[in-house]
């Protein structure tokens, strides 16, 4: 089991910019065992996926509505996982979560197949 704490959230104009940070402990989430994911949720929504960096190749998938503005990217030496925001709209409003999957069945892209989840981080866009 791999410990995850989000970090870096608040509050920007639309337009702007942010990153938020996943310090990962208990394990090394660049070995070959995880595959890490942001996820988000938006009140009253379900919690939906954002962006993944798969374990063997390095993938990186987006979700539709954020990709060409996100990018995912993982620090091994310091064990954390990354999300670079950039043209933030105000429907990227959320709770942003990094997520660890061990798990080989399933997919990247639904949340009920990660096994840790971090606290999450608040993303506030004001337009």
């Known amino acids: 089991q791999v410990r995850l704490v989000e970090s870096g959230g608040g509050l920007v104009q639309a337009g702007g910019s942010l990153r938020v940070s996943c310090a990962a402990s208990?394990?090394?989430?660049?070995?070959?065992?995880?595959?890490m994911g942001w996820f988000r949720q938006a009140p009253g929504k379900d919690r939906a996926f954002v962006a993944a960096i798969l374990r063997a190749s390095g993938t990186k998938y987006y979700a539709d509505s954020v990709q060409g503005r996100f990018t995912i990217s993982r620090d091994n030496a310091k064990n954390t996982l990354y999300l670079q925001m950039n043209s933030l709209k105000s429907e990227d409003t959320a709770v942003y979560y990094c997520?660890?999957?061990?798990?080989?069945?399933?997919?990247?892209?639904?949340?009920?197949?990660?096994?840790?989840w971090g606290q999450g981080t608040q993303v506030t866009v004001s337009s």
């Open positions: 208990g394990d090394t989430i660049s070995n070959l065992r995880y595959t």
């Open positions: 997520a660890a999957r061990r798990r080989t069945t399933g997919n990247h892209y639904s949340a009920v197949y990660y096994d840790d």
